[in-house]
């Protein structure tokens, strides 16, 4: 089935350095890629939506700035941090949807990328 | 989309059938019920969905009332592996967007 592959799987940085954080679709073309993000113990916060060739939409309280998206291929979106604290460690995870397949398929996630920020 | 509610959590023994509950009465026509787990550190693993029928596939039921303003979702033999949270979802047509509850804390012991 569809795959979404997400790189790294954890990241330590520090503190003022931006991170990088790739989500690719395996065998499909995703003109859509969703970012979340999750704290410990707690749900998945939708961040934004990454749309290939446009900018993304980003939620409400979700700094623009600070989450750079690039959606500049139909198989890859990075979501960069940019001058990363501690208070940006978290879980953060992509999903897409295979366009192919009928739209009340499910999306697939990616296995997350956890980032440390010291 | 329309708003979902579960149980904080819920334990069962192994090897018992575990019954998740959702409330979701505020779904629309053309909103669709989604289940997905997610064990410690990994993402979301799609489990099954259903828009008004009752669905089985080879990891779960969902069995969902004709007023379609709740769903249970069945795991018909529960093991130690399925202890993760579980998430019911409703998602509608015009919209690819999945907008996570707090889910159910499912924990399976011996």
């Known amino acids: 089935g569809a795959v979404v592959s997400q790189h790294p799987s954890r990241v330590i940085c520090k503190s003022g350095t931006s991170v990088k954080i790739e989500c690719r679709s395996l065998?499909?073309?995703?003109?859509?890629m969703f970012w979340y993000r999750q704290f410990p113990k707690q749900s998945l916060m939708l961040m934004a939506t990454s749309n290939e060739g446009s900018k993304a939409t980003y939620e409400q309280g979700v700094e623009k700035d600070k989450f750079l998206i690039n959606h500049a291929s139909l198989t890859l979106s990075t979501l960069t941090v940019t001058s990363a604290h501690p208070e940006d460690s978290s879980f953060y995870i992509c999903?897409?949807?295979?366009?192919?397949?009928?739209?009340?398929?499910?999306?697939?996630f990616g296995n997350g990328t956890r980032l440390t920020v010291t | 989309d329309a708003k979902t509610t579960q149980p904080t959590s819920m334990d069962c023994a192994e090897g018992r059938a575990a019954n998740l509950p959702c409330n979701h009465s505020?779904?629309?026509?053309?909103?669709?019920v989604y289940w997905y787990r997610q064990i410690h550190s990994q993402g979301p693993q799609y489990i099954i969905h259903?828009?008004?029928n009752n669905e089985t596939n080879e990891m779960a039921s969902l069995i969902i009332t004709e007023d379609r303003k709740s769903s249970t979702l069945i795991l018909p033999h529960a093991t130690l592996r399925d202890t993760a949270v579980y998430y019911c979802?409703?998602?509608?047509?015009?919209?690819?967007?999945?907008?996570f509850g707090t889910g159910t804390r499912l924990q399976v012991f011996p």
């Open positions: 999903s897409a949807r295979d366009p192919r397949v009928p739209h009340n398929s499910p999306l697939h």
């Open positions: 979802i409703v998602r509608g047509g015009n919209t690819d967007k999945l907008i």
């Open positions: 259903g828009l008004k």
């Open positions: 505020t779904i629309s026509g053309n909103e669709y």
């Open positions: 065998d499909f073309q995703a003109t859509t």
